[in-house]
């Protein structure tokens, strides 16, 4: 057998010797699409051609921007969950973190600019803090994600009761005004998302994004790889409450005003969102474009049920059956997957 | 071990082998002589606020009894809420306040539960999907299904239950309330289930391990339906209870037992991953969680304070009981 | 002063004595090998040496600097790198993202480009001399044996000071093994410290240049190259002689064919394969990993479906699940191949585990007959002869021989008419290897029948009556008692012919001290 080369750039040392002769397999560099992924994106683009069957006034700019406002909430808080749900975990108290910072924004942002600003920075401050002690309990106290964050959903609703007792308060223009501005025409709302595809894209290339799969992925073999489960957890559920603070943020500029109960009512969307679009509640497969993609199946299935004139009370219902099939579809193409194996 | 002796070997070995299940009895005991020391009269020493903490507790234990069968099978019942509120709105809107009707009526209701159960049960066996995921699911499918036939409505409160349930829930017998006796004797059904029974033996394997209940012969599928189905009607008999002993109904009933369910489940040293645990455990988890919702308005607490202080007490009293189990992971 | 000390290193899980005051010294340019029973404590060393389990006492010294390794990554971080026994893979990544995991090349944007991090695969590849795998692969989708070769250069692109293989060749092919030998000895010779762990013999002994035994958590002797024997290896990790590895048949094998396959196929990898087992034959499997013989244990045990026919006594069979397989009309039982995850309920009692297949005949309207069920359960443990404090004991706290007892104990409880083993004795010491040949032996005397799936040529050899070397898929060839050789067993796994001239062969035999030279297996 030939001696090992060392390349030139690699760290530390075997010693140089005689050039190898061995050159290893190289394997075709095609793009490998499992065509289970794909069913999120083609669900989407089907429910809105359907939409535009039925209605094809609605396929104007217009449209976009109503949509984009009406998504926006939705798409922020399933961004946040994507993060608890990659590890592994997953983060009920989204909820609880949407009330604190709708009621705080409602009752104390003013139209100052400054106050504005100060609010706004608070507001994700408190989100990466909020998260930031979700992440210490479930990393370093070992306490299960679904109990930790039920606990912390109660402490930030009561804090939220604090600020604000009913629903009431109201949105600084201005703030509305920032936030409804459209740049070239396209919708700031519409902009924010974009903006976060890009993001995230670039954060699943780091380092940091790698570990996150990793950790869900397999936390043992990650942390005898060198990884910290507990600064990854961290700024997982850290970076969740976040979105989450944001979504409340916005959820004023969307109602008009404020609710010490907003967020309750969107837990669950947020992580059917994320299920939807094909993320695995186990952790270590998915992604935060995904989510998005699930969100705004929702939303469109909303659109839907709205449109064939069935009542409201149908839409958990029909949201219900979509989620079973989503994962189900999910779960199977994992499972053939896995039969590939062993080769 | 040889022979029965009760020795300081056997007592180690004992709270070894049930030190999740002790702790939770141990900070519920905690928990009543402190407040009891700031407020007297709160609990110990008075026996009829005793009574009422342990109906509390009684009424926690019902509810959770299908969770901690579900939680140990390895998976978790978030149509809770669902089958809870939706038996005992039926049950009021179908009985009206009368008793015959409900000779039919209350079967027919557990029969729906047994349905429901069913397809959670057969939708995580056969397709393997999640249990958060189907239960949630199919509960939704549920409450729009009971909505949109017009049987009730979100937020409506539906009044009198039969006066025999009211009885039933609100009674007393020897001067204990009827439900404490109740939750004795399911304590007794749950134990014989989980400790003496070939059921119990494959649960444990299901919630340790299903690949290694796979190879070694054990129906998991049947297993997995009956426990859903098990905690579908327990829930509905819970609601149907529940609402008797309020004297009233509303959908949104059920909502707050679900975060109690699990907690005292999960308070009370089972293993949210399934194949540890034991319904003992989730009485004294029970009996924790009355303590705590009993002492948190004696304390005086606004409600935002409640909320509070409710959140962090669960997030200690969880950390204590999890922390053996991740400890030895 | 050696380069690399370990001192007085003690480790204690909860009431078992893993480590004792154990000690090992290592020297940059060498190969080292450990050699020692299961629980030994040789896997918990090196694991506290790379920081994935923290030492209650001891110290450790690398360069005379005392290190302190208390995670995984301080480890890492002073040159130390492990291939693990269980491996430490992230399934959902790549093979790529796998190897660079925390070291990942960036650019100035601190962003990984997915065809640079191809490229150093590739060149990893070259330098290591052999292929491992295709770096835009998704680990799960890989065999086990690549998924150790990415395990090994994922340490290798560390390039680490000490580098440690744990069992690294349990699941690799022939070549695959040769090369990481040889490798090994390369890595030393460029001053690494090479410490090597391996329960076959005749590996640690090509390779290392000194070789320290392990038994009951301490070092109890080292041994230069060339100065010990095999035998007096064994002698040293058992603490006792062993007279016979392989017991002979001593009944005659009878003609009554209790199970039949015909055309059994399980798409893609099982093609269809035909065979009859006999009444007390020990009938073997072999060949190279991944011809279908996973697919074709699973087809008869229930847990895949297959077409053809499969018939019991003559009659054809359905077999849905597992379930129906053990069933006593059946009596189809399968030791499967990992204990840890598809043999055993570790954290549960030994007890439970072995009563775990037979509680429907334990129960009575329902409930279990808790005398019942320890007298069965302490039968099979005397049959077995399973060591544990006591019946209530979990059986993560077992040895991994005595875990594999208990699997067995647990099948063997239904009394099966036909017992399959899937590669069994993988990971097992050589002591309790020889209580299950001689179990075996046994079995098949009183009428079982017994279907033996093992990677390891000289277990086939001497065991089985029969052996069946699969390769495709299919069956490629028949070695009976004339031609079951390991020359043979080598040539039908490659697809080439056998050698049937009589006066070629070197005659088996069946009763084999522990011999000189040869792959005799031992600890892990």
């Known amino acids: 057998m030939s001696a090992p080369t060392i390349h030139p750039d690699s760290p530390g040392n075997l010693a140089p010797t005689v050039p190898t002769r061995f050159r290893s397999q190289r394997y075709p560099e095609g793009l490998r699409i499992n065509p289970f992924d794909l069913v999120p994106f083609i669900l989407l683009i089907g429910l809105i051609v359907v939409i535009l069957l039925i209605d094809p006034r609605l396929a ?31 983060d009920l108290s989204v909820g609880g973190m949407i009330s604190l910072t709708n009621s705080l924004a409602a009752t104390q942002m003013t139209s100052d600019p400054l106050n504005i600003i100060f609010w706004v920075i608070t507001i994700a401050a408190i989100g990466l803090i909020g998260g930031a002690i979700n992440g210490f309990v479930i990393a370093v106290m070992r306490v299960t994600p679904f109990i930790a964050t039920l606990a912390t959903w109660s402490v930030w609703s009561g804090m939220a009761l604090l600020v604000l007792e009913s629903d009431g308060g109201k949105i600084s223009p201005p703030f509305k005004e920032a936030v409804r501005t459209s740049i070239f025409g396209i919708p700031g709302s519409l902009i924010i998302i974009l903006v976060l595809v890009g993001l995230w894209l670039l954060f699943k290339r780091t380092r940091m994004g790698t570990r996150l799969y990793a950790i869900g992925s397999n936390e043992k073999s990650a942390i005898l790889s060198g990884a910290s489960a507990v600064r990854t957890k961290i700024l997982a559920y850290a970076l969740c409450g976040f979105f989450a603070a944001m979504a409340g943020l916005y959820r004023t500029v969307q109602v008009g005003s404020g609710s010490p109960v907003a967020g309750d009512g969107l837990i669950l969307p947020s992580v059917a969102a994320v299920v939807i679009g094909g993320t695995s509640l186990a952790g270590g497969r998915g992604g935060v474009e995904l989510s998005i993609v699930g969100a705004l199946i929702m939303l469109f299935i909303n659109d839907l049920i709205f449109f064939a004139g069935v009542r409201t009370f149908y839409t958990p219902m029909v949201q219900g059956v979509f989620l079973i099939l989503a994962v189900a579809i999910n779960a199977y193409g994992y499972r053939q997957s896995l039969k590939r194996a062993r080769e | 071990m040889n022979g029965w002796a009760i020795n300081s070997n056997t007592l180690k070995w004992f709270y070894r082998q049930n030190r999740n299940i002790i702790l939770s009895y141990v900070g519920m005991l905690i928990l009543l002589t402190a407040v009891s020391l700031y407020r007297p009269g709160f609990g110990l020493g008075n026996p009829i606020a005793l009574r009422s903490l342990l109906l509390e507790a009684a009424v926690i234990a019902i509810v959770s009894l299908g969770q901690t069968l579900v939680i140990l099978s390895g998976g978790v019942d978030l149509s809770l809420p669902w089958t809870f509120g939706g038996a005992a709105v039926i049950m009021t809107v179908l009985t009206r306040g009368q008793d015959s009707p409900a000779l039919w009526a209350i079967p027919l209701i557990l029969g729906g539960c047994f349905v429901v159960g069913l397809i959670n049960g057969s939708i995580i066996a056969y397709l393997q999907v999640s249990p958060v995921i189907v239960t949630l699911a199919v509960s939704g499918i549920l409450l729009g299904a009971v909505s949109g036939f017009g049987i009730g409505s979100t937020g409506v409160i539906y009044g009198t239950p039969p006066p025999a349930i009211v009885q039933l829930a609100s009674g007393r017998w020897l001067e204990v309330p009827n439900l404490v006796w109740l939750g004795i004797a399911l304590t007794i059904a749950a134990t014989l289930l989980l400790s003496f029974s070939g059921f119990g033996r494959r649960l444990y394997a299901i919630g340790t391990s299903q690949q290694v209940s796979l190879y070694s012969g054990i129906n998991i599928p049947r297993i997995t339906v009956i426990v859903y189905i098990l905690s579908a009607v327990l829930d509905g008999i819970a609601g149907i209870l529940v609402a008797g002993k309020l004297g009233q109904a509303y959908l949104g009933m059920g909502d707050q037992y679900l975060f109690i369910s699990v907690a005292a489940v999960v308070i009370g040293g089972t293993s949210i991953l399934g194949g540890a645990g034991h319904f003992i455990g989730t009485i004294g988890g029970a009996l924790l969680l009355s303590v705590l919702t009993a002492a948190i308005p004696v304390l005086n607490l606004p409600r935002p304070f409640q909320l509070i202080v409710f959140g962090l007490v669960i997030l200690l009293a969880v950390f204590f009981a999890t922390n053996q189990t991740a400890r030895e992971a | 002063m050696a380069d690399l000390e370990l001192l007085k290193v003690s480790k204690r899980f909860g009431g078992v004595v893993a480590l004792d005051q154990a000690n090992l010294e290592c020297f940059a340019g060498e190969v080292h090998g450990l050699v020692g029973e299961n629980g030994a404590g040789k896997s918990t060393l090196v694991k506290i ?61 601190r962003l990984i480009s997915v065809r640079v991090l191809r490229e150093r695969c590739y060149e990893l590849f070259d330098e290591m001399g052999i292929d491992v795998a295709n770096p835009s692969q998704v680990v799960r989708e890989l065999s086990l044996a690549r998924r150790q070769m990415v395990e090994i250069a994922k340490v290798l692109a560390r390039n680490p ?23 090994s000895r390369r890595l030393a010779e460029h001053g690494k410290i090479v410490i090597y762990i391996s329960h076959k013999l005749s590996e640690i002994r090509q390779v290392s240049d000194r070789i320290t035994v392990f038994r009951n958590g301490r070092d109890v002797g080292v041994r230069k190259r060339g100065e010990a024997t095999t035998e007096e290896l064994v002698g040293l990790i058992l ?61 008869m045990f229930g847990i895949e479906r297959g077409h053809g026919q499969i018939l019991l006594n003559g009659k054809p069979i359905v077999l849905r699940s597992p379930r129906d397989a053990l069933e006593r009309n059946f009596g189809l039982a399968l030791v499967p191949e990992d204990r840890a995850t598809q043999g055993l309920l570790l954290p549960k009692s030994v007890s439970s585990n072995i009563s775990l297949s037979v509680l429907p005949s334990l129960e009575r309207f329902g409930f279990i007959q808790k005398q019942m069920e320890r007298r069965t359960v302490l039968a099979q443990m005397e049959r077995l002869g399973i060591k544990a404090s006591s019946p209530d004991a979990p059986a993560q706290q077992l040895s991994g021989g005595n875990q594999q007892k208990v699997v067995l104990a647990k099948l063997l409880a239904t009394a099966p008419r036909v017992l399959m083993l899937f590669d069994s004795t993988r990971g097992v010491d050589v002591g309790t290897k020889a209580e299950i040949f001689q179990l075996l032996r046994q079995l098949a005397a009183d009428g079982s029948a017994v279907l033996f799936y093992s990677t390891d040529i000289e277990e086939l050899i001497n065991m089985c009556d029969r052996i069946l070397v699969m390769r495709q ?10 031609t079951r050789t390991e020359e043979n067993l080598v040539r039908a796994s490659l697809g080439e012919e056998i050698v049937t001239d009589r006066i070629a062969m070197i005659p088996s035999d069946s009763t084999t001290r522990v011999p000189e030279g040869s792959d005799t297996e031992v600890a892990s």
């Not at chain 1, 976009?64 to 969950?81: D, P, R, S, Y």
């Not at chain 3, 396959?261 to 073997?284: D, H, K, M, N």
């Not at chain 3, 898929?473 to 004339?482: K, N, P, S, W």
């Open chain 3, 473 to 482: 898929g299919q069956i490629q060839a028949e070695l009976t008692e004339a």
């Open chain 3, 49 to 109: 040496l790379a920081g994935a389990v923290p030492r209650d006492q001891g110290e450790i010294r690398l360069d005379a600097t005392p290190l302190n390794l208390m995670r995984p990554d301080q480890a890492i971080a002073a040159g130390i790198s492990m291939v693990f026994q269980e491996l430490s893979l992230m399934p959902d990544l790549t093979v790529a993202q796998n190897i660079f995991f925390g070291h990942e090349p960036t650019g100035k944007d």
């Open chain 1, 60 to 90: 104007n700019l217009g449209t976009v921007e109503t949509k984009a406002n009406a998504a926006l909430t939705l798409v922020l808080i399933a961004t946040g969950q994507t993060f608890a749900i990659l590890t592994g975990g997953i």
């Open chain 3, 161 to 183: 000071r000490v580098i440690i293989l744990d069992e690294a060749t349990s699941a690799l092919g022939r070549e695959q093994a040769e090369w990481l030998l040889q490798y």
């Open chain 3, 239 to 299: 603490g006792r002689r062993i007279s016979r590895l392989y017991p002979p048949r001593e009944t005659p094998l009878g003609d009554e064919v209790v199970l039949e396959v015909r055309q059994l196929q399980v798409p893609p990898r099982l093609r269809g394969v035909s065979f009859s087992l006999r009444r007390g034959e020990i009938l073997g499997i072999g060949g190279l990993t991944g011809q279908g013989q996973d697919e074709l244990f699973r087809a």
